[in-house]
């Protein structure tokens, strides 16, 4: 599983971030910058719960392939 940005979308609150500060983490210009390539399978339940607090839901998974 991968996360995806809709870049769009985000607008830089950093809720995601504080959820999982492993995974994603905000840049000095207030972008979003995911930290892993590829999810583990204990990364990935971390990276829902960061999608779900999303307030302007800009996160979401995919597959990998």
């Known amino acids: 599983m991968k996360i995806s940005v809709d870049r769009d979308r985000c607008e830089g609150y950093g809720v995601c971030a504080e959820v999982a500060p492993d ?3 905000l840049d000095d210009d ?3 910058v995911v930290d892993v390539e ?3 399978p204990e990364q990935t339940e ?5 999608a ?3 307030p302007v839901a800009a ?3 995919r597959d990998a392939g």
């Open 23 to 25: 995974l994603l983490h």
């Open 30 to 32: 207030g972008e979003l």
């Open 38 to 40: 590829d999810l583990t």
């Open 46 to 50: 971390t990276a829902a719960s960061a």
């Open 52 to 54: 779900r607090v999303c």
């Open 59 to 61: 996160l979401s998974l």
